[in-house]
Nanobody, 132 residues
């Protein structure tokens, strides 16, 4: 059974950092890509970062480049998202997701971020609140 379980959310002050972790099970990374998206209640989901499971190639939403970093920990079977210099507008529920491997191989991150093309499993999310 495929499972993705997010953790690490919480309440932080603006300017601080937070590391989210997504524990995965039921599949190996070599045929898939992994990603994080976020959602504010009542608003559209926002794709924020992804990583190829086989080649480690990464993608970030333009608005987040330089502040967030995604990585895979193969020893722990986790996909981590380090978020630096957090802002109140980063407040959201953060989800990790599994994508078909071709999303990374063909550079279709923009397509995924637009309509979640190729996404087949995701977790229940972890809330992040940034206070000023």
């Amino acid at each position: 059974e495929v499972q993705l379980v997010e953790s690490g959310g919480g309440t932080v002050q603006a300017g601080e950092s937070l590391r989210l972790s997504c524990a995965t099970s039921g599949f190996t990374y070599d045929k898939y890509a992994l990603a994080w998206f976020r959602q504010v209640p009542g608003k559209e989901r926002e794709g924020i970062s992804g990583i190829g499971g086989s080649d480690g190639s990464t993608w970030y939403a333009d608005s987040l480049k330089g502040r967030f970093a995604i990585s895979i920990n193969n020893a722990k079977n986790t996909v981590d998202l380090l978020m630096n210099s957090l802002k109140p507008e980063d407040t959201a529920v953060y989800y990790c997701a599994r994508l078909k491997g071709f999303i990374a191989a063909l550079g279709l991150w923009g397509r995924w971020a637009t309509d979640y093309y190729g996404m087949d499993y995701w977790g229940k999310g972890t809330p992040v609140t940034v206070v000023s």
